[in-house]
């Protein structure tokens, strides 16, 4: 087991977020989040990279055991290590190009030499397609090719895992498929993914598992065959129903 994630509580002042949530990931899955909005998906993802603190709730990463509303900043470096983010918003610098964005968590990140940096960002930039665009600043990219960069960012460090938060939901509807499709290819890579996402049909075909999450707690989860074509909750299926 990659990461073992229990018992995580999350309330903003009176507003109880996540109420129990566990979750377990293998090597090479892909987890998709689904659920209604406002239910705590991106919440959760954002405790597992301290983004947010937790109340209270545990993770084993890659064997390394702590507490994730008192993790110290030592374990803290030591998950951020093991795990990259994508933000809805891309969260570039508006004044690097692409290919410093990339490598900034390599030079400074990782104390990597500039050279070396430079021949990685760009392996993963020409992996998301935008070897060409390197030199390119953001606004000079479309939403789509921003969020590629924001990809290449993270596979650039090599993670064990890449949390991925809406990543096409800020996108207009035609620059969405070509950051799906990057995704897709990530995945067939074996590259270990959480994906908070309201696409369903990426769901259906590139997740390994699917976490149906309302109200703070899981409600469903399953393989994706499962999940689709035989979801067990009441509420899942009116969920499943109103989208499909
Ligand atoms: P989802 O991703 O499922 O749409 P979120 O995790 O974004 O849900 O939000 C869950 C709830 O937490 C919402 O009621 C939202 O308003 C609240 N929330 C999220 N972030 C904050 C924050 N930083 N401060 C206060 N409330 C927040």
């Excluded at 990543?167 to 995704?183: F, H, K, R």
């Amino acid at each position: 087991m990659l990461m073992q994630i229990r018992g995580v509580r999350k309330s903003f002042q009176d507003n109880t977020v996540l109420r129990d949530v566990n979750m377990d990931l293998d090597r090479g899955d892909v987890v998709v989040i689904l659920g209604p909005s406002g239910s705590g998906k991106t919440t959760f993802l954002r405790c597992l990279n301290f983004l947010e603190q937790a109340d209270a709730g545990s993770m084993e990463l890659d064997g390394v055991k702590l507490d994730l509303s008192k993790a110290s900043s030592k374990e803290i470096a030591g998950v951020r290590k093991k795990t990259a983010f994508v933000f809805q918003n891309y969260n570039l610098f508006a004044n690097k190009t692409a290919l410093e964005n990339v490598t900034l968590g390599l030079t400074a990140g990782r104390g990597m030499g500039k050279d070396e940096a430079r021949e990685i960002g760009l392996r993963a930039l020409r992996k998301v397609g935008l070897a060409e665009r390197a030199d390119y600043y953001p606004a000079q990219l479309s939403g789509g090719q921003q969020q590629r960069v924001g990809i290449a960012r993270a596979i650039a460090v090599r993670p064990d895992v890449v949390l991925f938060d809406e990543p096409t939901s800020a996108l207009d509807p035609e620059l969405v498929g070509e950051v799906l499709q990057v995704m897709r290819s990530l995945a067939e890579e074996g590259m270990t993914m959480i994906v908070v996402t309201h696409e369903m049909k990426f769901a259906r075909d590139v997740a390994s598992h699917v976490i149906f999450m309302a109200d703070g707690v899981v409600v469903e989860e399953g393989t994706s065959e499962e999940f689709f074509t035989n979801p067990q909750q009441e509420r899942t299926k009116k969920f499943l129903k109103r989208i499909l």
